[in-house]
């Protein structure tokens, strides 16, 4: 059920942001292939074992990879240096998919700092 609300969200999107963030998920489930995809605060969710380890959303002008901790970007800073970042967001562009290799690391990163790795 959870993974229609994530796939009616995407649906709602128009191109390119909707390929962009489909990319994403596929890159995702690359690295947790068990998460159970959800709806979290209105955005798309990944979560093993109840505890979400990454999400992304869509807005006018940019999209957000949410690692849904605070510390997260701060600690793969040299990785992120090329994007837009705050405490909880990593934006990039609607047209252009973050690298697989950084949503690799983003991922694996909040997995340990949850104690999931």
Same mark, same amino acid.
């Given at each position: 059920?959870?993974?229609?609300?994530?796939?009616?969200?995407? #649906?709602?999107?128009? #191109?390119?942001?909707?390929?962009?963030?489909?990319?994403?998920?596929?890159? /995702?489930?690359?690295?947790?292939? #068990?998460?159970?995809?959800? /709806?979290?605060?209105?955005?798309? $969710?990944?979560?093993?074992?109840?505890?979400?380890?990454?999400?992304?959303? $869509?807005?006018?002008?940019?999209?957000?990879?949410?690692?849904?901790?605070?510390?997260?970007?701060?600690?793969?800073?040299?990785?992120?240096?090329?994007?837009?970042?705050?405490?909880?967001?990593?934006?990039?562009?609607?047209?252009?998919?973050?690298?697989?290799?950084?949503?690799?690391?983003?991922?694996?990163?909040?997995?340990?700092?949850?104690?999931?790795?």
């Amino acid at each position: 059920m959870a993974m229609v609300e994530v796939d009616r969200y995407l #649906e709602g999107l128009e #191109e390119p942001k909707r390929g962009t963030l489909e990319a994403l998920r596929r890159s /995702i489930l690359e690295v947790v292939p #068990e998460a159970e995809q959800a /709806i979290s605060y209105g955005t798309p $969710a990944f979560k093993v074992e109840g505890k979400t380890v990454a999400g992304f959303a $869509a807005f006018k002008h940019h999209l957000s990879y949410l690692p849904h901790s605070g510390s997260v970007l701060t600690s793969l800073a040299d990785d992120v240096a090329d994007y837009e970042t705050s405490k909880g967001s990593l934006r990039f562009p609607v047209d252009k998919p973050l690298p697989r290799q950084l949503v690799k690391k983003l991922v694996r990163t909040r997995m340990r700092e949850a104690g999931l790795a």
